[in-house]
């Protein structure tokens, strides 16, 4: 069994930041990708950053230049650090984690259960 749990949101002022987290933990044997996505009222759930083990990145054009991804692969654990906050960044923030749970076996994407970021005056 594996658990996805994310920390972190809150409720800021345009121009400030915040940083997510969100650990892995249960039967791992490998994690391949982490990522963020969020999903703003009446929109589609978007991909914001992910990285992979191998520390290979990508991000969501809207926010280079002001996130930055990053994980601890000793802790199953990624950050999300999100300066310069628009209120167009306002959204639910989603964890996932692409896991293997057995040796040379499949891969499983594994979800948190979402954090609030609201930003605004």
């Known amino acids: 069994q594996v658990q996805v749990v994310e920390s972190g949101g809150g409720l800021v002022q345009p121009g400030d930041s915040l940083r997510l987290s969100c650990a892995a933990s249960?039967?791992?044997?490998?994690?391949?990708?982490m990522g963020w996505y969020r999903q703003a009222p009446g929109k589609q759930r978007e991909l914001v950053a992910a990285?992979?083990?191998?520390?290979?990145?990508n991000y969501a054009d809207s926010v280079k230049g002001r996130f930055t991804i990053s994980r601890d692969n000793a802790k199953n654990t990624v950050y999300l650090q999100m300066n310069s906050l628009k209120p167009e960044d306002t959204a639910v923030y989603y964890c996932?984690?692409?896991?293997?749970?057995?040796?040379?076996?499949?891969?499983?994407?594994?979800w948190g259960q979402g954090t609030q970021v609201t930003v605004s005056s």
């Open positions: 249960g039967n791992i044997v490998s994690i391949v990708i």
């Open positions: 990285i992979t083990s191998d520390g290979s990145l």
């Open positions: 996932h984690s692409d896991i293997r749970t057995v040796v040379s076996g499949p891969l499983f994407r594994y």
